[in-house]
């Protein structure tokens, strides 16, 4: 995990901008329309240091494809107090004993997002999880987050274990409109606990990566 911690705390804003590193991407093995091998296929092409694919609480992808610009990433549908948030896991020992239980079972847990809306993942118990399987648990699009106060919420994780934030993110999609606080707010955020990772990635849901 410190290793881990270290390699995307050494990427810089420049590295996502101007995509040499994208951690956020979904495939059809959840609600993305991409094909997880011409994804990264695609990005090898395009110099791409690193991706992670982050499908929605489930890691089959990563069941099937191993590759040194691929970190394995997983994106849970939890809830923390009030707030609906995306928890994003990279790193993990997808086989861990500890992780098993917050995957999803079925199609309804990776591809709908209503159903998602139910998740009862304990967000502290999946955390712990996340790092006993070796990886690191980054709190995603945080400007959606429907909390009153996003500092308040990123202060409480940070007690129960949270190592980062997605901060370079351009909202594309319906989350440039669904938003509840500004990426500049989120920045800022960010840098005044420098014991977070700060990393990016644009939620990637297409068929041309």
């Known amino acids: 995990m410190d290793n881990l911690r270290e390699k995307l705390k050494n990427f810089a804003k420049e590295d996502y901008i101007n ?7 979904h495939t059809i093995y ?5 094909n997880p091998e011409q994804i990264l296929t ?19 992808v990563h069941k099937l494809i191993k590759d040194d610009i691929l970190l394995t990433g997983v994106e ?20 861990h004993p500890d992780m098993q239980k917050f995957y999803s079972k079925g199609k309804n847990g990776t591809d709908h ?4 809306l139910f998740a009862f993942r304990n967000i502290k118990e999946l955390i712990k999880a996340i ?9 995603a699009h ?17 007690k129960i274990g949270l190592d980062g934030v997605e901060v370079y993110y351009p909202y594309s999609r319906f989350r440039s409109i669904v938003k509840f606080h500004s990426a500049s707010s989120v920045k800022k955020i960010a840098d005044k606990y420098p014991e977070l990772i700060q990393t990016g990635g644009n939620d990637f849901h297409g068929k041309i990566f």
């Not at 959840?30 to 991409?34: A, N, P, V």
């Not at 429907?146 to 409480?156: D, G, H, T």
């Open 30 to 34: 959840s609600d993305g329309e991409g």
């Open 142 to 158: 945080p400007a959606c987050c429907w909390a009153l106060s996003l500092e308040r919420l990123i202060k409480n994780l940070i």
């Open 131 to 139: 790092h006993s399987a070796g990886g690191i648990a980054v709190l």
């Open 19 to 25: 995509k040499k590193v994208n951690l956020h991407i």
């Open 76 to 95: 849970f549908d939890c809830w923390a107090g009030y707030v609906f948030v995306h928890l994003l896991a990279y790193g993990i020992d997808i086989a």
């Open 113 to 116: 997002a209503l159903t998602r």
């Open 42 to 60: 695609s990005a090898k092409e395009s110099g791409y240091k690193l991706i992670s694919i982050t499908d929605h609480n489930t890691v089959d």
